[in-house]
């Protein structure tokens, strides 16, 4: 005869089996971000662009509190910055420009690709003050030139150096964050800056900076938007919906300017004719990540890498959405 404990230990064993084989349809049937719990979604952003304008309307908030699903906003000075943070898991999804998750991913960082703005060349520049007698890319020959090192401008100044047929050898890079490089700009520590909106609106507007060369012409500046790849994997559904918000409130933006540049004042503190400049020269339109594009970063990484500007060669493919994202986005509702 068996011992009653036995008895007791099997019934509890087939009653936790035939539990988990009734819970499987349920489970299955739901979507990634509520089959694994997510309960927050943590958002990186900068002090400009669609993520701050979606923030500042508060309709992913309101979209995904149906599910019961929070919203967590970090602000970060610059692109660079935010995929660390997104590499060392603090924030789950963000943007940044075209350089940042080149340098990201040629560090190790497990990031994926799963949207992108249309190019805005405009909105980038290489500046001088406005007593310069820096007329030409020709006179940053030899000059201090300040920039955020591995941010989207990094790569306008090598192809503006390219025009002029400077070698990159031949100027004095001096690598600060925004603020720091306005600074030294404003001080005269540095000849040139380069540097992105609204910064670059800031410059104009406050400090009477002469642009010496856009990116019009030169580099595209898409801008993109990243998730790391365990939480777009195990949230497509999730991801989707963010995408989905940010395009809505792109469409929104291009035929409501003056709310935009109202709602990006309040949210980033900048006086509302630097705003309206800056909001002047953004491309609208977010768009899932196509194959195009990434050969288009992958030109980047490889003009990075032969300048050493890299440690190493890197496939910008290796960073596409993972199938199942994929699908998703590329999916009609």
Not at 20 to 39: N, V, Y
Not at 212 to 218: K, P
Request: proline content about 7%; cysteine-free.
């Amino acid at each position: 005869m068996s011992d009653p404990l036995d008895r007791v230990q099997q019934r509890r064993r087939t009653l936790g089996l035939l539990f988990a084989a009734a819970s499987l349809p349920l489970a299955a049937g739901l979507p990634a971000h509520a089959a694994d719990a997510t309960k927050e979604v943590r958002i990186g952003y900068q002090k400009y662009g669609t993520l701050t304008l979606l923030k500042g309307r508060g309709t992913l908030e309101k979209r995904l509190r149906e599910k019961n699903i929070a919203v967590k906003w970090t602000e970060f000075p610059a692109g660079p910055q935010l995929l660390e943070g997104l590499n060392v898991g603090s924030i789950d999804f963000g943007t940044v420009g075209e350089a940042p998750p080149i340098f990201a991913q040629a560090a190790g960082a497990n990031l994926v690709y799963v949207g992108n703005e249309p190019p805005s060349p405009s909105s980038e520049a290489i500046v001088v003050p406005k007593g310069s007698n820096l007329r030409s890319l020709a006179d940053l020959k030899g000059k201090k030139i300040a920039l955020n090192k591995g941010s989207n401008v990094h790569f306008l100044l090598v192809k503006a150096l390219e025009k002029a047929g400077i070698a990159y050898t031949d100027i004095q890079p001096v690598y600060l964050p925004p603020a720091d490089a306005r600074a030294a700009f404003e001080r005269g520590a540095v000849d040139a800056w380069v540097i992105w909106d609204p910064f670059l609106a800031a410059a104009e507007k406050q400090l009477g900076a002469r642009v010496l060369i856009t990116g019009q012409g030169l580099v595209a500046n898409h801008q993109f938007y990243l998730a790391a790849r365990g939480f777009a994997q195990q949230n497509p559904a999730l991801v989707r919906i963010v995408l989905d918000e940010l395009a809505k409130v792109d469409e929104w933006g291009r035929t409501h300017q003056q709310e935009v540049s109202t709602i990006l004042a309040a949210q980033t503190g900048l006086a509302p004719e630097v705003v309206a400049l800056a909001a002047q020269r953004y491309a609208y339109g977010v768009k899932p990540v196509t194959p195009e594009v990434l050969k288009a970063q992958q030109d980047i990484a490889d003009a990075f890498h032969k300048l050493k500007l890299i440690p190493k060669p890197i496939v910008v493919r290796d960073a596409q959405p993972p199938a199942q994202l994929l699908a998703q986005l590329l999916a009609k509702e």
